[in-house]
T-cell receptor, first 115, second 111 residues
Framework: DAGVIQSPRHEVTEMGQEVTLRCKPI?????LFWYRQTMMRGLELLIY????????DSGMPEDRFSAKMPNASFSTLKIQPSEPRDSAVYFC?????????????FGPGTRLTVT | DQQVKQNSPSLSVQEGRISILNCDYT??????FLWYKKYPAEGPTFLIS?????DKNEDGRFTVFLNKSAKHLSLHIVPSQPGDSAVYFC??????????FGTGTRLTIIP
């Protein structure tokens, strides 16, 4: 069974450019999470979806960040315009209620560098 | 405001000895706790968890202890092996799918 798939694995872009990160959750999972990892703050939850509906976006840093989940097998996290302080590793995770209490399965992450 | 804190950024332990990783939390609504392990260039993977109705959970070499009155939990690894070298994250849930993670502790096992 394939795990969570994220693309691209690495992204280098210039300040002011639009960045789109992609995620394919594990089939059958009904929750999808977007996290950002930094040295100072560890793993921060940005937003999560249940059955494709955003449930909590309180972690989204500002309006430059947006996330969508058009169907059960695909989600995007967009940053427009990007800034150097957005440089971090972004993880997508998915889970299924009832399969291991609150256990989430993470993708390999996208390392974003904004110059 | 860090609701889950891992105050030791790094820890080095000799192979075969016990590794103890600590985690403190401030939110009294947290009732379920998880530990994740992360290797470089990979996503975190689930390791072990504990409910607030318990004070100990064991899985092979890994044991998690919970002290609710102190709002403290710890992960014990015995005996430590080189493959245990990784970053360990503590996470907490307040009864729903949303997890709050700590900043992580980098564990290095010295052969």
């Amino acid at each position: 069974d394939a795990g969570v798939i994220q693309s691209p694995r690495h992204e280098v872009t210039e300040m002011g450019q639009e960045v789109t990160l992609r995620c394919k959750p594990i089939s059958g999972h009904d929750y999808l999470f977007w996290y950002r990892q930094t040295m100072m703050r560890g793993l921060e939850l940005l937003i999560y979806f249940n059955n494709n509906v955003p449930i909590d976006d309180s972690g989204m840093p500002e309006d430059r960040f947006s996330a969508k989940m058009p169907n059960a097998s695909f989600s995007t996290l967009k940053i427009q315009p990007s800034e150097p302080r957005d440089s971090a590793v972004y993880f997508c995770a998915s889970s299924r209620r009832g399969q291991g209490l609150y256990e989430q399965y993470f993708g390999p992450g996208t390392r974003l560098t904004v110059t | 405001d860090q609701q889950v804190k891992q105050n030791s950024p790094s820890l080095s332990v000799q192979e075969g000895r016990i590794s103890i990783l600590n985690c403190d939390y401030t939110n009294s609504m947290f009732d379920y706790f998880l530990w994740y392990k992360k290797y470089p260039a990979e996503g975190p993977t689930f390791l072990i968890s504990i409910s607030s109705i318990k004070d100990k959970n064991e899985d092979g070499r890994f044991t998690v202890f919970l002290n609710k009155s102190a709002k403290h939990l710890s992960l014990h690894i015995v005996p430590s092996q080189p493959g245990d070298s990784a970053v360990y994250f503590c996470a907490a849930s307040a009864g729903n799918e949303k997890l709050t993670f700590g900043t992580g502790t980098r564990l290095t096992i010295i052969p």
